[in-house]
């Protein structure tokens, strides 16, 4: 039974040239139709991920969102909806201003605090592969976010945050763990039972 595998075999030598065509390909962005990259083609923006209110070099990540509009229901002009990673489960979250009050504000480059810069920086030459002595025209702007609203991770609800100019801090007021000990029986009203269990509400 022939198989695709044999039906075409590359040399070592093939193969490297194959790949250094590719590398180059995606240096220079020529994307063809059929292999869009949607999330590195999205506009970017950037949150400063302070644990416990503390800027400690140690205990902050920068995190890189992509913003995308969808849309809104029942609004023909849509909606704005942010894309990021969870720091920590490593899951997407989302944020939509359907359901979270979030602005959208823009800062010039050259204002732009150190952290955001760096990342601004490292996302266009690493990513877009931009020449490592590249830097952006002066008026350059970079859209940065903010909401009055707490955002969680829908997954681990362990990260839970309140974001200003892009800069996320911990906000864990008002998430209450109810736990049933170990060996506890609880009779509930739909007739289940329970124990040992922790329940985020």
């Not at 030598?13 to 220079?28: N, P």
């Not at 909606?79 to 504000?105: A, D, I, Q, W, Y």
Request: overall charge neutral.
């Amino acid at each position: 039974m022939t198989q695709k595998r044999n039906l075409f075999t590359m040399t070592a030598e093939q193969r490297r040239a194959g790949l250094l065509v590719q590398q180059r390909m995606e240096r220079q962005g020529m994307i063809a139709p059929s292999s869009f990259n949607a999330e590195l083609s999205a506009p970017k923006t950037w949150l400063l991920y302070v644990k416990d209110g503390r800027v400690d070099p140690q205990q902050q990540h920068v995190l890189m969102c992509e913003l995308y509009g969808t849309e809104g229901s029942g609004d023909a002009r849509g909606e704005g909806m942010l894309h990021g990673m969870c720091p920590k489960c490593s899951e997407t979250f989302l944020v939509r201003e359907g359901n979270k009050s979030m602005t959208l504000g823009w800062i010039e480059f050259r204002k732009a605090p150190t952290w955001m810069q760096h990342a601004y920086l490292l996302h266009h030459r690493h990513d877009l592969g931009k020449p490592p002595t590249w830097m952006p025209a002066s008026e350059t702007k970079i859209p940065v976010v903010s909401s009055p609203e707490r955002w969680m991770c829908d997954y681990c609800k362990e990260w839970a945050v309140r974001v200003s100019e892009g800069v996320a801090v911990d906000d864990h007021r008002g998430i209450g763990r109810i736990y049933v000990p170990q060996g506890a029986l609880i009779d509930s009203p739909t007739g289940t039972r329970a124990g040992g269990t922790t329940l985020e509400v």
